[in-house]
């Protein structure tokens, strides 16, 4: 039978939209709020309306809460990396090569999977492909994620994700010298016209995207460059960097001819893109205590920047 539950709008709420409403007063994330509304499950005065219908004073909002469906995807014990877990969230460094959730060609061996067979509770959270995922790494990026255990904790993880209250911190080898110590570079991004599947930066139809950096060290040939992402955009670091001539090494998508060449031959060095989710950052959604996390630099990473098993970086602002 599905959770029926009803709200009054006040004074407050008045003129807000319907989904925002509904997501705030039920804890729901607003996407799931949004599919409720597109099925019909949520009635305002005793009728459907649109996700964007603005409320009034005094207005009843009803929402039909189905049970959680059944996942299809079989739980899978690959090990986790925890490095934190409570009975809200989740956080976990994630190794090279791991694919965050099932798409299309990848239906076993993903993070979900071996997130459903750790959390017993998690079938349905934030979504029955996608359950607990409130943001993704690349496949071949590693490093530190959250992850939702509730319907409440998934709400509000999603919305400081969009809200940009969670703080992201990369590591990234790039081709070349970068010139400057520090730097930011703004530019919008969007999907390629004639190649959907990547991203470039775009003068027109882009959506702002701000990346700021600081070099840890210089190589020969190559830099490791602390990158900080205030906007979080799709491969986002990825084009930022080659967009200034400085492309991740291993990365046969963003690192023009040269850079897929070395790809493709292993001439680099790396088996992967050189990207590390280095350290996240963002509020508890049960206590509002600020969290951050580190997740330890992977071998691979450390012997191509030549960097000692013990040597680390101190924490310092990105300007």
């Known amino acids: 039978m599905p959770d029926v539950r009803q709200f009054i709008?006040?004074?407050a709420d008045a003129?807000?939209?319907?989904?925002?409403?509904?997501?705030?007063?039920?804890?729901?994330?607003?996407?799931?709020?949004?599919?409720?509304?597109?099925?019909?499950?949520?009635?305002?005065?005793?009728?459907?309306?649109?996700?964007?219908?603005?409320?009034?004073i005094g207005e009843r909002v009803t929402v039909a809460v189905p049970d959680l469906e059944p996942l299809a995807l079989t739980p899978e014990p690959i090990p986790l990396?925890?490095?934190?877990?409570?009975?809200?969230?989740?956080?976990?460094?994630?190794?090279?090569?791991?694919?965050?959730?099932?798409?299309a060609?990848?239906?076993?061996?993903?993070?979900?999977?071996?997130?459903?067979?750790?959390?017993?509770d998690l079938p349905g959270i934030g979504g029955v492909e996608r359950p607990g995922i409130v943001h993704r790494l690349d496949r071949e990026t590693s490093g530190v994620m959250v992850v939702a255990k509730s319907e409440t904790a998934h709400a509000s993880l999603s919305a400081q994700f969009k809200d940009r209250v969670v703080r992201k911190r990369y590591l990234?080898?790039?081709?070349?010298?970068?010139?400057?110590?520090?730097?930011?570079?703004?530019?919008?991004?969007?999907?390629?016209?004639?190649?959907?599947?990547?991203?470039?930066?775009?003068?027109?139809?882009?959506?702002?995207?701000?990346?700021?950096y600081r070099v840890l060290r210089r190589l020969a040939d190559m830099t490791l460059v602390e990158a900080s992402l205030e906007t979080g955009r799709t491969h986002?670091?990825?084009?930022?960097?080659?967009?200034?001539?400085?492309?991740?090494?291993?990365?046969?998508?963003?690192?023009?001819?040269?850079?897929?060449?070395?790809?493709?031959?292993?001439?680099?060095?790396?088996?992967?893109?050189?990207?590390?989710?280095?350290?996240?950052?963002?509020?508890?959604?049960?206590?509002?205590?600020?969290?951050?996390?580190?997740?330890?630099?992977?071998e691979d990473l450390r012997a191509l920047a030549g960097l000692a098993p013990d040597e680390w970086f101190a924490e310092q602002p990105v300007s």
Not at 92 to 101: F, I
Not at 105 to 116: D, E, I, M, P
């Open 236 to 298: 986002q670091i990825r084009v930022h960097l080659a967009h200034i001539g400085h492309p991740v090494i291993g990365d046969a998508v963003y690192g023009g001819r040269r850079g897929r060449r070395l790809a493709a031959s292993g001439e680099s060095g790396a088996g992967r893109q050189m990207l590390h989710a280095w350290r996240l950052g963002f509020r508890h959604p049960r206590t509002d205590a600020w969290l951050e996390f580190t997740a330890p630099i992977p």
């Open 172 to 212: 990234a080898l790039v081709h070349g010298a970068v010139k400057h110590e520090t730097g930011r570079i703004e530019a919008a991004i969007g999907r390629r016209e004639h190649d959907r599947k990547r991203m470039g930066v775009r003068i027109r139809g882009g959506r702002e995207a701000r990346t700021a």
């Open 15 to 56: 003129g807000r939209r319907l989904d925002v409403f509904l997501a705030h007063a039920s804890g729901l994330s607003r996407a799931r709020v949004q599919a409720l509304i597109e099925r019909g499950a949520v009635l305002v005065g005793g009728h459907p309306q649109k996700a964007r219908q603005a409320l009034r």
């Open 81 to 103: 990396d925890i490095l934190y877990e409570d009975e809200d969230l989740l956080v976990l460094n994630k190794p090279a090569g791991l694919v965050v959730h099932p798409g």
């Open 9 to 11: 709008v006040d004074a």
């Open 105 to 120: 060609g990848r239906t076993t061996g993903t993070l979900v999977h071996a997130l459903l067979a750790h959390c017993r």
